[in-house]
C-alpha cells in the first residue's frame, strides 16, 4: 500500500500486474460506490447487489492483463459488472425477489409530508423500472442513474449508437406506459363507482 | 404539431439536449394536448425520480471481504508453476506404476500359476465348443446324403410305381368333377 492514492488507474493496474496485489485495494476503494450501486439499480436489492459487486471486483482482478488503456477503467469494470448482473437476472427468472425500501435518509429540507411523497415516488419508478426487460432496464440505468454518455455506454455494452439510443427510447417509453397504468389501476380503486 | 413529432422531441429533451425553441414546441403542443401533457409530466417526473434516486453506502467490509476472496482463491488457482508441478507429478507417477507392473505385477502374477490356470480354462471351454460345432456340421452332412440316398432309390427302383399312382390320383379327380358337374346340370 505503499502507493499514494493519487496514482492512476492504469499505474496501480500494472503494480498488480507486477503481483502487488495489494494495490488492487486502491482501485476498489475508488470504484465500489459506482460498481455497488449500478448493481443495486439494476438487481433491486442489497444482497444481490453484494454478490454481484463481490463477483465483478474478483472477475476484474483476474482479467485485469486483459484491461485495454484505450477506455476508462470505470468503463471497463461497469462493462463486466452490467454483464454479471445480466446473467443473474436471466438466471433468476421466474423467481420473486424483493425489491428493497429505499435507504434515504433525505437531506433534511423537505416537509415529512414531501418526504413522504418523494419516498413513494421513488418506490413507484424503482418498480416500474425492475419490471422492465433486463436489456431495457441496463439502458435506462446507465443513462439516467449513472449519468454514463452515448459513447460510454456504447463502449461499455458494445452496441452500436442507434441500438443505444433505440434501446433508450423504448425503455422510456415501456417506463411511461408502465407507470401510466399503476396511475390508472390505482385510480380506479381509490374512487369505487366511477 | 403531430403528437408524434413531440414524442422525439421529449426523447430529445430527456437526452438533454433540447433548443429552447424546441422546448417551447413542446410546452405549446400540451397546452392543447392533455394526453400529451400526461405522458410528459409522468415520463418527465420519472426519469428525474432516476436521476435522483441516491446512491447507497457500500456495506461494511466490502473491499476486506473482496480482498479475501481473491487471496482465497489464489491459493487455489492454477498458475502455470502449479499445473507444470501437476504434469511433473502426474508423469513421475505414471513412470513408478509402470514399474510396479513391470516388475512386480507381471512376475508375480507369472509365478503365482494363475497365468496357467487361466490358459487351461480357455483350451477346455474352446474345446467344448468346437466340438459342438463339428458335431453339428457331422451329424448335418449325415442326415442330408441318407436324404439324397432316399430320393434315388425312390426314383430308380419306383419309379413306375409313384408314375402309376400320381396318375391314378389324376384320373380319380376328374372322375368326380365330371360326376358333379353331371348332378349340377340335372
Known amino acids: ?194 | 404539431m403531430q403528437c408524434r413529432e413531440i414524442d422525439a422531441l421529449v426523447m430529445k429533451y430527456l437526452d438533454g439536449n433540447i433548443s429552447e425553441i424546441e422546448m417551447e414546441l413542446i410546452k405549446k403542443h400540451n397546452e392543447n394536448c392533455a394526453s400529451c401533457a400526461e405522458e410528459f409530466a409522468v415520463l418527465s417526473d420519472a426519469i428525474y425520480t432516476l436521476e435522483e434516486l441516491p446512491d447507497i453506502e457500500v456495506p461494511e467490509g466490502f473491499t476486506a471481504r473482496v480482498m479475501s476472496s481473491i487471496k482465497e482463491q489464489k491459493r487455489f488457482a492454477l498458475t502455470p508453476q502449479i499445473v507444470l508441478l501437476w504434469i511433473i507429478g502426474l508423469a513421475g507417477l505414471a513412470v513408478f506404476m509402470i514399474n510396479v507392473v513391470m516388475f512386480a505385477v507381471i512376475p508375480a502374477i507369472k509365478s503365482s500359476g494363475i497365468l496357467i490356470a487361466a490358459y487351461n480354462i480357455m483350451v477346455y471351454s474352446g474345446t467344448i465348443i468346437s466340438n459342438a460345432i463339428k458335431d453339428f456340421f457331422v451329424f448335418g452332412s449325415l442326415a442330408l446324403s441318407k436324404l439324397l440316398i432316399f430320393r434315388t432309390i425312390l426314383l430308380s427302383e419306383y419309379l413306375v410305381f409313384v408314375v402309376a399312382s400320381i396318375g391314378v390320383f389324376i384320373a380319380a379327380n376328374m372322375l368326380i368333377v365330371r360326376t358333379l358337374k353331371l348332378q349340377q346340370k340335372l
Open chain 1, 1 to 194: 500500500m505503499a502507493m499514494s492514492l493519487s496514482a492512476s488507474d492504469l499505474e496501480i493496474i500494472n503494480q498488480c500486474l507486477k503481483g502487488d496485489m495489494g494495490q488492487f485495494e486502491v482501485l476498489i476503494e475508488r470504484y465500489k460506490k459506482l460498481i455497488f450501486n449500478t448493481a443495486y439499480r439494476m438487481m433491486g436489492n442489497k444482497e444481490e447487489a453484494e454478490d454481484v459487486s463481490q463477483e465483478a471486483f474478483i472477475r476484474i482482478y483476474n482479467s485485469l492483463s486483459k484491461y485495454n488503456p484505450e477506455f476508462k477503467f470505470a468503463t471497463w469494470a461497469l462493462r463486466i459488472t452490467t454483464n454479471l448482473c445480466l446473467d443473474h437476472l436471466r438466471k433468476r427468472k421466474g423467481e420473486t425477489v424483493p425489491i428493497d425500501e429505499q435507504y434515504d435518509l433525505g437531506d433534511g429540507k423537505l416537509t415529512p409530508e414531501e418526504e413522504y411523497i418523494r419516498k413513494e415516488k421513488q418506490k413507484l419508478v424503482q418498480n416500474a423500472i425492475s419490471k422492465l426487460p433486463d436489456k431495457y432496464k441496463e439502458f435506462l440505468i446507465m443513462f439516467h442513474h449513472r449519468n454514463l454518455s452515448y459513447q460510454e455506454i456504447m463502449d461499455i455494452t458494445g452496441e452500436s449508437l442507434t441500438i443505444v439510443k433505440n434501446r433508450l427510447y423504448r425503455a422510456r417509453q415501456m417506463l411511461k406506459e408502465s407507470l401510466m397504468n399503476t396511475e390508472r389501476e390505482s385510480e380506479k380503486y381509490a374512487m369505487p363507482g366511477n
